[in-house]
């Protein structure tokens, strides 16, 4: 009966959905940025003795996953033929900012991550339930949470942050605060070059709305924003296309051309090695046909949020050919809200139930893959 009670999707979900998001945080901030001071045989991640480099505490996994990136902008900014000239300038500089005032990069990434993810949490969870109501909005937010790849927004990545300026861009745009959807569209594209993509949704939104010209100008944001990404670069690299040369060192070196390889896409696709690969993921293709599947049910939902997953979704998997897909998708908002729906209008909480424990499985299992040295997005 009570679990009943709990799928009624009232004030008593909402509570569960705050303890269930403090329970993550807390968990995956213990595994991945304080199990430090555990006794070795307790940790998952084995630390050397010395944790403190240069004077910062310093995690493991730093050294095999982008995080490294971030935190070596952040600390020495951008160096002319260097490959982390490949990341996107606004997340290392809210690190720079935080370490500026507590001497500290990976903690303060750690606890950045963190607040914007629930503050992105917050902002989904209103903006869906005033579309759809208050049980597609809880079960899309559960469904957001439980994710195989949610540990993303817990670690310093820049998907809590990328999640958190689309969300805020398109709640103001709902509200029609269009200062603030200017200054969200002016950051997305220095946070990933898809957000320069905005331009699409916005556009489509202002002609459907039949929005007055001055609205128009919003369009303008996102390419400022993205001039000021190629004048970093130039400032500091010396090059402002040094992020695209940059790229072409990693191992799907990403590329707008590869879009238009047809039978490049096919081989790609049909090519899984195991379920976590970088290059050959069976869990990438796999989410990437969910999505695919998902499309004409966000087209009814929505034709802007259509349009943004479109150019979130897409580009990234075919500019790639699917690598990191399953971490890229978290972003994808308008994906969830679509499953949100589907299990809304499902009777009772059998199959809600069933979902959830399945991805909550993957993401332990993908998560403690991670720490462990392994290849997860």
């Not at 049980?135 to 195989?148: D, E, M, T």
């Not at 809304?344 to 403690?368: A, D, N, P, R």
Request: positive net charge; proline residues 5%; contains cysteine.
């Amino acid at each position: 009966m009570r679990i009943r009670k709990l799928w009624s999707l009232g004030w008593s979900l909402r509570r569960w959905i705050f303890l269930l998001v403090m329970v993550k945080v807390f968990v995956i901030t213990s595994i991945v940025g304080l199990d430090s001071q555990l006794p070795v045989h307790w940790r998952l991640v084995k630390f050397p003795d010395n944790t403190q480099r240069d004077g910062e505490f310093y995690h493991e996994l730093l050294g095999y996953t982008d995080v490294h990136y971030y935190v070596d902008i952040a600390r020495y900014g951008y160096q002319a033929g260097n490959e982390r000239n490949a990341f996107y300038p606004l997340w290392p500089l809210l690190l720079r900012c935080g370490r500026a005032l507590t001497g500290q990069t990976f903690l303060v990434g750690m606890l950045l991550a963190n607040l914007l993810s629930l503050a992105g949490f917050l902002i989904f969870y209103q903006l869906c339930r005033e579309e759809s109501g208050k049980r597609c909005a809880g079960l899309a937010l559960l469904l957001l949470i439980c994710w195989p790849t949610g540990f993303f927004f817990s670690i310093p990545y820049t998907e809590c942050l990328f999640l958190f300026l689309s969300l805020g861009l398109f709640y103001a745009l709902r509200h029609e605060r269009m200062r603030w959807v200017a200054l969200f569209a002016f950051l997305l594209p220095l946070c990933k070059a898809v957000g320069f993509l905005v331009l699409v949704p916005l556009a489509w939104h202002l002609w459907e709305r039949k929005r007055p010209c001055k609205e128009w100008l919003l369009l303008l944001s996102p390419v400022l924003g993205y001039g000021l990404y190629f004048l970093i670069m130039w400032s500091e690299a010396g090059n402002p296309l040094a992020g695209f040369e940059a790229q072409k060192g990693f191992p799907a070196s990403p590329s707008l051309m590869k879009m238009f390889d047809l039978p490049g896409l096919w081989t790609a696709f049909t090519s899984v090695a195991a379920l976590q690969n970088p290059l050959y993921s069976g869990l990438d293709r796999g989410l990437f046909l969910l999505y695919l599947g998902l499309l004409p049910l966000i087209w009814k939902y929505s034709r802007t949020y259509f349009f943004w997953a479109l150019c979130l979704g897409l580009i990234p998997a075919f500019s790639s050919h699917f690598m990191s897909f399953a971490r890229y998708q978290l972003v994808i908002f308008p994906l969830f809200f679509a499953l949100g729906k589907i299990l809304s209008e499902q009777k009772g909480w059998t199959v809600h139930f069933y979902y959830l424990i399945i991805c909550s499985g993957l993401q332990l299992y993908l998560l403690y893959h991670l720490v462990r040295g392994g290849w997860v997005g």
